[in-house]
C-alpha cells in the first residue's frame, strides 16, 4: 500500500490511504506513533511508552494492592 507525503502549510504530511485509517482505527485529528525498527517505521495508534508506564504500574498496584483497596474506602 501506498502513502503520500504532501506539504501542508508550513509542514509536511503524510497522507494515509482510507483502508489504512479504518484498519488503525484512527480519525481526523487522532495521533499515531511512529516506532523504528529494523525493517523502517511502524504506525501506530499506541504510544510504545504509555504502555511501559502502565506496565509499571500495573506491578505496582498488584504488590500494593492490600493498601490501595483500604485507601480507596
Not at 487522532?30 to 516506532?35: G, N, P, Q
Not at 501506530?44 to 504500574?57: C, G, H
Amino acid at each position: 500500500m501506498k502513502a503520500r507525503i504532501t506539504q501542508i502549510g508550513n509542514s509536511t504530511g503524510l497522507i494515509l490511504p482510507k483502508e489504512v485509517v479504518e484498519r488503525l482505527k484512527v480519525q481526523k485529528g487522532d495521533e499515531v506513533f511512529l516506532i523504528e525498527t529494523k525493517n523502517g517505521f511502524t504506525v501506530t495508534p499506541y504510544d510504545p511508552e504509555f504502555e511501559a508506564q502502565i506496565a509499571v504500574a500495573s506491578k505496582g498496584m498488584a504488590k500494593y494492592r492490600n493498601a490501595l483497596r483500604s485507601l480507596a474506602k
